[in-house]
């Protein structure tokens, strides 16, 4: 049996065991979130979907880590971020998507520096709801 054989039993596992079938978009759509971030939240697709699933408003909260994403992944090919900043700038996404990030700590200073932290910021707004239409660039 090869790599590739058990990664196809366990994707045929995990639509087995799905509660409420999810249509095929949506589970695209988190699937590709949680690539995004594999790097610093390496959960299974069942994991996510879990998770997805005990939401009250799913497909809100899907926009949320949809926009997380985006702004993940324009950080990562931007900064080139090793491990500790690439779990830092997660960490301020996570804040941001709550509406507010707490005073960055000597810790934090220390892993993202203000250029990353200002980046992460402004790209969220960026691509938040009320952002204009079009492309717009920050850097």
């Known amino acids: 049996m090869s790599r590739h054989d058990v990664y196809i039993e366990q994707a045929v596992e995990e639509r087995d ?3 409420e079938p999810l249509a095929p978009t949506t589970l695209c759509r988190i699937n590709l979130v949680r690539h995004a971030f594999i790097d610093v939240m390496p959960d299974t697709l069942a994991q996510v979907l879990a998770r997805f699933r005990r939401d ?3 497909e809100r909260e899907l926009l949320v880590w949809e926009r997380m994403a985006a ?3 324009d950080f990562k090919q931007l900064f080139k971020p090793e491990a500790a900043q690439g779990r830092a700038a997660f960490l301020v996404l996570l804040e ?3 509406g507010r990030v707490r005073a960055r700590t000597r810790k934090q200073r ?3 520096n203000l ?4 980046f992460l910021c ?3 707004e960026v691509f938040g709801p009320q952002a204009p239409q079009g492309t717009k660039q920050i850097h």
Do not use: G
């Open 110 to 112: 220390s892993v993202l």
């Open 122 to 124: 402004a790209r969220w």
């Open 96 to 98: 941001l998507s709550m």
């Open 56 to 58: 009250t408003y799913p």
């Open 115 to 118: 250029e990353e932290f200002k």
């Open 71 to 73: 702004v993940y992944l």
């Open 17 to 19: 065991n799905l509660a």
